[in-house]
């Protein structure tokens, strides 16, 4: 099973992205709204027992980020919803959940489909990253939440 810890957007922002995706024209896919999430850290195929502990070692005294999605952008053909942050606390975040260095800049987002490039002027709603779930794949956007870690107040 493929593992990675992931910010999963409230029902109140996911609400709000999806009626903006509603006008965006000519995405070929649409990434399923159960999927959405900010990636934090990516572990590849592990077995989730040992992953558990060392991830809730992690997460005992991390600040809990703001953050907001805004701008619609592209990796190729996959269109993301780029992370909007007021403070550094998201990258901090992310770099204790990082298993490697395999991708040392970090860049917050959250895949939304495919198509073309479009101008989409978005600024969604703020919100506080209260948790961070552990997420297991065994297909693309067939993820099961694993664990689930209450970030310190």
């Keep these: 099973m493929r593992l990675f810890t992931a910010a999963i ?11 903006a995706l509603a006008s965006v024209p000519g995405m070929t896919y649409r990434a399923p709204r159960a999927a959405w999430h900010i990636t934090l850290g990516y572990y590849g195929e592990e077995d989730p027992a040992g992953r558990i502990p060392w991830v809730r070692s992690r997460l005992t005294s991390v600040a809990r980020p703001r ?5 619609l952008g592209n990796f190729g053909e996959t269109l993301l919803m780029r992370v909007s942050t007021p403070d550094k606390r998201l990258a901090d975040l992310a770099a204790v959940l990082r298993w490697d260095d395999k991708h040392p800049e970090y860049i917050p987002h959250l895949t939304v489909g495919r198509g073309p490039l479009v101008d989409l002027p978005y600024a969604g709603p703020e919100w506080t990253v209260d948790e961070v779930v552990l997420l297991g794949a065994e297909k693309r956007h067939d993820y099961t939440v694993v664990d689930r870690i209450g970030l310190p107040a």
């Excluded at 957007?9 to 009626?19: C, I, K, R, S, W």
């Excluded at 953050?67 to 701008?71: E, G, H, I, S």
């Design 9 to 19: 957007p409230p029902p109140e922002v996911a609400d709000h992205l999806e009626a």
């Design 67 to 71: 953050v907001a999605l805004a701008k």
